[in-house]
């Protein structure tokens, strides 16, 4: 009896193994990231053109608050406001499923921070502070990002005063999973 059930289970499990879906396989953010070359599109880093091809069952708005810059980007679904936030006219984000991911930054000051928030159970699921450049000191800068998903992960690149870089964030966890300096002050890749 006890061979009977060995076998059994031995065949059941030799079953599953063969009919069982292979599991997907992760791609390695950070083997793009390394692979990945530079293409900064100047049009593609405002909250306007974010809200042009923002997707999903919510629509998006960037409204021009006042003449210097500032704007409130609105999320709704019909004519109801389900999420704003105050940026300015480089604010950038997109969407997949119910979530939003926004890039909060200054346009005169480095780094840069990514907020996952959830537009159906209107709460910030994280916030990740991006690697970039890291630390610059500085009296005069520049700072713009374009921000878009691929497929299971937010796609960064900042173009900074001091350089250029692109990232990788985990969707759900917003954990950076691929990072990669292309040109620092200077001109050399890192």
């Not at 063969?18 to 390695?28: G, S």
């Not at 042009?52 to 704007?71: C, I, L, P, R, W």
């Amino acid at each position: 009896m006890r061979h009977a059930v060995f076998a059994i289970l031995t065949l059941a499990g030799s079953w599953l193994t063969v009919f069982a879906a292979p599991a997907p396989e992760e791609k390695d953010y950070q083997k793009i990231a390394d692979k990945e070359e530079w293409k900064w599109t100047p049009e593609r880093a405002s909250a306007r053109d974010s809200a042009k091809h923002f997707k999903g069952d919510f629509h998006a708005e960037a409204v021009e608050k006042d003449s210097n810059g500032f704007t409130i980007v609105k999320f709704l679904k019909g004519d109801d406001v389900v999420f704003s936030v105050e940026g300015h006219e480089g604010t950038v984000f997109a969407g997949k499923d119910n979530v939003v991911y926004y890039a909060d930054y200054s346009p005169n000051a480095s780094g840069c921070s990514v907020i996952a928030y959830d537009l159906k159970a209107k709460k910030q699921v994280w916030k990740t502070s991006l690697k970039g450049l890291g630390p610059i000191r500085h009296t005069r800068y520049s700072n713009r990002v374009i921000l878009d998903i691929k497929d299971d992960a937010v796609h960064v690149l900042g173009k900074e005063s001091a350089g250029t870089y692109v990232e990788y964030l985990d969707l759900k966890s917003g954990k950076t999973v691929g990072h990669r300096i292309f040109e620092q002050a200077g001109g050399k890749d890192k």
